[in-house]
């Protein structure tokens, strides 16, 4: 199942990504979430998705984040302990 993350993702919309990705824990098929759409984040975001991949894991399940991460935020998903987030030609 695919996930496009669309606008702004800082702490006043947090909760409503965590209650989509909660409800797509419930189901079988593996999630993959695309942040090409994210156009604000501040580091709520990376906490949050940092949050739902051990949260997946836990419950034996898959969520992927595809690379897709807009150039302007790739420091901050550096930083937040997502290099997979920053392709090696951009570091």
Same mark, same amino acid.
């Given at each position: ?27 079988? $098929?593996?999630?993959?979430? =695309? /942040?090409?759409?994210?156009? @604000?984040?501040?580091?709520? %975001? ?5 949050? !739902?991949?051990?949260?997946? $894991?836990?419950?034996?399940? =898959? /969520?992927?984040?595809?690379? @897709?991460?807009?150039?302007? %935020? ?5 930083? !937040? ?11």
């Amino acid at each position: 199942m695919l996930v496009q993350l669309e606008g702004g993702y800082r702490v006043e919309r947090v909760a409503e990504l965590k209650a989509e990705l909660l409800a797509c824990l419930c189901r079988e $098929e593996p999630v993959e979430l =695309s /942040l090409s759409g994210v156009d @604000d984040v501040d580091p709520s %975001f990376f906490l949050l998705l940092q949050s !739902a991949v051990r949260t997946y $894991e836990q419950y034996g399940k =898959s /969520l992927v984040l595809r690379h @897709d991460l807009p150039a302007r %935020f790739r420091r901050e998903a550096a930083w !937040a302990g997502f290099p997979e987030l920053v392709p090696q030609d951009a570091a």
